[in-house]
């Protein structure tokens, strides 16, 4: 089993490379096809569109949350999209 930093590494260049290749301005779709084709060609187990369940108050509700992506059980990657870096980074500070 790969430990968890090795995949974070991992999983940070895949994005990278993802992003240099496709550039900006895609749905999410597109991009995490093309994180799994990444991954993949490492070698790294992943799992798409996981359903994870919600718990409030020790109690499981129905919320259908889905990650992204779960590589190798250990690293959740959640995939966002913005028109433009700037103007979000300026919105959320």
Do not use: F, N, W
Not at 27 to 35: D, I, T, V
């Amino acid at each position: 089993m790969i430990d968890q930093d090795r995949v974070g590494k991992c999983v940070l260049d895949c994005a990278m490379r993802v992003h240099s290749g496709l550039g900006p301005g895609l749905l999410e779709g597109a991009y995490e096809a093309c994180m799994v084709y990444e991954l993949s060609k490492r070698g790294l187990a992943m799992q798409r569109q996981v359903l994870m369940p919600i718990q409030y108050r020790h109690v499981v509700v129905d919320g259908d949350y889905r990650l992204d992506l779960l590589v190798e059980q250990r690293v959740v990657v959640e995939l966002k999209t913005v028109d433009r870096l700037h103007d979000y980074i300026s919105r959320s500070c």
